[in-house]
């Protein structure tokens, strides 16, 4: 079946620290891919997307490319800012569905320390 | 539009009572999603609606849940005889199925403790 695994957390970093955090998927065919972030408080928003191999989503200097060799789609950021503490969660939604339903990998926590 | 409005916002129940949430989309929105967050995990799919017409729903979703959209509009998920076990967070989102990706907007949630 269809799934997403993101790599643990929680990931503390000092503030303007490189960020990494890691999101394999599982899918059949060709879905799209989505990261989330969730504020302490709030809902889920969507960060950035990609909906095929080789895109680069991007938002907010958050980047993240489509790589179907390695069914990745790691998260990235250059230069992190306190304000970017939060939940980050990695989603595909298949390709082949017509539902909408986004599945969901665990979640990675971000604490970035002044 | 404020986006996606769920009410309440808190719950504490005691075991064996009946809950009710609620969920306003937003308003163009064709499609609305339920999900239930668990702590340390991500949200996982209960079901979802297009109008008011309830196509899916996960095997998650015991027959002690129930989820309604009347008139395409805001919806409800009542979860009669509560254990412990649906300690969680619902989420609620909606979205517009005439695009071919279409962003889902989330609520802020309604948390579920069990007591």
């Known amino acids: 079946g269809n799934s997403v695994t993101q790599m643990e957390g929680p990931v503390t970093l000092s503030e303007e620290a490189f960020l990494t955090i890691n999101c394999t998927y599982t899918?059949?065919?060709?879905?799209?891919l989505f990261w989330y972030v969730q504020y302490p408080g709030e809902g889920l928003q969507l960060l950035l997307k990609a909906t095929k191999a080789d895109d680069k989503g991007s938002n907010k200097g958050f980047e993240a490319t489509y790589r179907k060799e390695t069914t990745s789609f790691h998260l990235e950021k250059g230069s992190v800012q306190v304000s970017d503490s939060a939940v980050y969660f990695c989603a595909l939604l298949h390709g082949s569905s017509n539902t909408g339903k986004l599945i969901f990998g665990q979640g990675t926590t971000l604490q970035v320390k002044p | 539009d404020t986006g996606v409005s769920q009410n309440p916002r808190h719950k504490i129940t005691k075991r064996g009572q009946n809950v009710t949430f609620r969920c306003d989309p937003i308003s163009e929105h064709n499609r609305l999603y339920w999900y239930r967050q668990t702590l340390g995990q991500g949200p996982e799919f209960l079901t979802y609606f297009q109008n008011e017409a309830q196509l899916e729903k996960s095997r998650l979703l015991s027959d002690r849940f129930s989820a309604e959209r009347p008139k395409g509009s805001f919806s409800t998920l009542e979860i009669q005889r509560t254990e412990q076990g649906d300690s969680a967070m619902y989420l609620c989102a909606s979205s517009q199925y005439r695009h071919r990706y279409p962003e889902a907007f989330f609520g802020q949630g309604t948390r579920l403790t069990v007591v």
């Open positions: 899918a059949t065919g060709y879905p799209s």
